[in-house]
């Protein structure tokens, strides 16, 4: 299935119906989920971490997919009606941050994606401990006084 509204593939602003289009497969962790829309879309589109996982936990406080123990995310009876009533939504308009809720936002989408990759049984975490110690001082840095 690809996913096209107008003359472009889906980007952010279709990426709701994206995730529920990906969704009804089967249930998906949010990188197995990044996966599908590149594949889907023949390699013309990947939502970033960034623009995923704060949509992902939107959904969920929506009720319109649940994050399962396993950390994959499916679909709800809600999201069944959804789909059917053809809403399209455009949660993001821009490409990076706009303001310090987005930022904050990105930065814990990206860190749930590296969490996907650990429970993946992915080594690129322990590889780059040491680029990854150094981002978690900076960080840190900000909140100190």
Known sequence: ???MMGNMFGKRRD????????????????AEIMD??????????????GSLYPMLQK?????????????A??????SDSWFGMGHMHNPFSGNSPRNYDEAVDEINGLVNF???IKANG????KENKEVLDKIADRIRKLTSD
């Open 1 to 3: 299935m690809i996913i």
């Open 15 to 30: 990426l709701r119906f994206t995730i529920l289009a990906v969704l009804r497969s089967g249930p998906k962790n949010g």
């Open 36 to 49: 599908s829309v590149e594949k889907m879309t023949f390699g013309m589109w990947r939502p970033s971490p």
């Open 59 to 71: 959904m969920v406080d929506e009720n319109m997919i649940k994050k399962e123990p396993s950390g």
């Open 73 to 78: 995310y499916s679909l709800t009876q809600e």
């Open 114 to 116: 590296l969490e996907d």
């Open 122 to 125: 992915s080594t690129k975490l």
